[in-house]
């Protein structure tokens, strides 16, 4: 498994004003831009090649996994070798490839078949951060668990009913224990209140066969007019076993406003320079 999907393409109204002229994904969390987090995790997990499923008003994206010449220089120059490193040590190969039209999850994957070829991979989206609880990280037991099984992997994660028809819910038999895969009966994307298979919510990390290209190319649009990857795999799921992984870290969906100041709050107190004093900050709001 070396390549993963990146679809980065989405406008970001539900962060608007902020995404209004620069990309959600890069809007900072603490001192890193959420994507980065994101592109950590997968390089955690083995993943060499970043495909970026992007739009034209996405530049900085690029630019910023990118080298910057420049900049280096001037560091190099200044003897500032701690922050020369911190920007040169994330840069992964990466290419991008353009979403033409919003058509949905399932569309943007779609975009990266040339790019994907014949070879299986993984899809992150990046409004979700994953906390990871432990080494190696959730993607990895994935990607072990797809290699071992032959089986693709959803990770899922429980949450409170009433949340459910905000995300692709998954049918399983029973809730695996966390940092275990089940075999899926069935997925559906955001099932009404009530009718949802389980409270297991597709968390946005995904490993699957290079064969879901051909499906993706053949399904029919479903939830909000768009071509859903949840259907997709859904497809998928009647031929060959599709599994289930169960987090064992912890999400923040950066979607949301409310789960972006999550993701700050805990990155804040879990920072290696600033914990400490963002820790007493925090204790100074508590009166
Ligand atoms: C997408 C997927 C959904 C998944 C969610 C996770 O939905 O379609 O199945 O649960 O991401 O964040 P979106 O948030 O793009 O509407």
């Given at each position: 498994?070396?390549?993963?999907?990146?679809?980065?393409a989405g406008?970001g109204t539900r962060?608007?004003?902020a995404?209004?002229?620069?990309p959600?994904?890069m809007?900072?969390?603490?001192?890193?831009?959420a994507?980065e987090y994101?592109v950590?995790?997968?390089?955690?997990?083995?993943i060499?090649?970043?495909?970026l499923?992007t739009?034209?008003?996405?530049a900085s994206?690029?630019?910023?996994?990118?080298?910057?010449?420049?900049?280096?220089?001037?560091?190099e120059n200044?003897?500032?070798?701690?922050l020369?490193?911190?920007i040169?040590?994330?840069?992964p190969?990466?290419?991008s490839?353009r979403?033409?039209?919003?058509?949905?999850?399932?569309?943007?994957v779609?975009?990266a078949?040339?790019?994907?070829g014949?070879d299986?991979?993984?899809?992150?989206?990046?409004?979700?951060?994953?906390?990871?609880?432990?080494?190696?990280?959730?993607?990895?037991?994935?990607i072990?668990?797809?290699?071992?099984?032959?089986?693709s992997?959803?990770?899922?994660e429980?949450?409170?009913?009433?949340l459910?028809?905000?995300?692709?819910?998954?049918d399983?038999?029973?809730?695996p224990?966390?940092?275990?895969?089940?075999v899926m009966?069935?997925i559906v994307?955001k099932?009404a209140i009530?009718?949802?298979p389980?409270?297991?919510s597709?968390?946005?990390?995904?490993v699957?066969?290079?064969?879901?290209?051909?499906?993706?190319e053949n399904?029919?649009k479903?939830?909000?007019?768009?071509?859903?990857?949840t259907?997709?795999?859904?497809?998928?799921?009647e031929t060959?076993?599709?599994?289930a992984?169960r987090?064992?870290?912890?999400?923040?969906d950066?979607?949301?406003?409310i789960g972006?100041?999550?993701?700050?709050l805990?990155?804040?107190?879990d920072?290696?320079?600033l914990?400490?004093?963002?820790k007493?900050?925090i204790?100074?709001?508590e009166?």
């Amino acid at each position: 498994m070396r390549k993963v999907i990146l679809p980065v393409a989405g406008l970001g109204t539900r962060f608007l004003p902020a995404s209004k002229s620069i990309p959600k994904e890069m809007v900072t969390v603490v001192d890193h831009p959420a994507i980065e987090y994101v592109v950590k995790e997968a390089v955690a997990a083995g993943i060499e090649q970043i495909i970026l499923v992007t739009h034209s008003s996405k530049a900085s994206i690029e630019n910023y996994f990118d080298r910057n010449f420049e900049l280096e220089t001037t560091l190099e120059n200044k003897n500032k070798l701690d922050l020369l490193k911190e920007i040169t040590e994330i840069l992964p190969p990466h290419v991008s490839v353009r979403q033409p039209q919003p058509l949905g999850l399932g569309h943007a994957v779609l975009c990266a078949k040339a790019v994907i070829g014949e070879d299986d991979f993984a899809v992150l989206l990046p409004d979700v951060l994953v906390k990871d609880s432990d080494t190696p990280n959730d993607l990895s037991l994935m990607i072990q668990r797809f290699d071992k099984a032959q089986a693709s992997q959803i990770m899922v994660e429980a949450l409170p009913e009433y949340l459910v028809d905000q995300y692709g819910i998954v049918d399983v038999k029973h809730s695996p224990n966390e940092g275990e895969s089940i075999v899926m009966q069935g997925i559906v994307e955001k099932p009404a209140i009530g009718t949802a298979p389980s409270n297991l919510s597709v968390v946005g990390r995904y490993v699957l066969p290079a064969k879901i290209m051909q499906l993706l190319e053949n399904i029919p649009k479903g939830v909000g007019n768009e071509i859903q990857l949840t259907d997709a795999i859904a497809m998928l799921q009647e031929t060959e076993t599709v599994e289930a992984y169960r987090m064992k870290g912890q999400t923040f969906d950066c979607g949301s406003k409310i789960g972006y100041l999550k993701a700050v709050l805990h990155n804040g107190v879990d920072h290696p320079k600033l914990g400490e004093d963002f820790k007493t900050l925090i204790k100074e709001l508590e009166l």
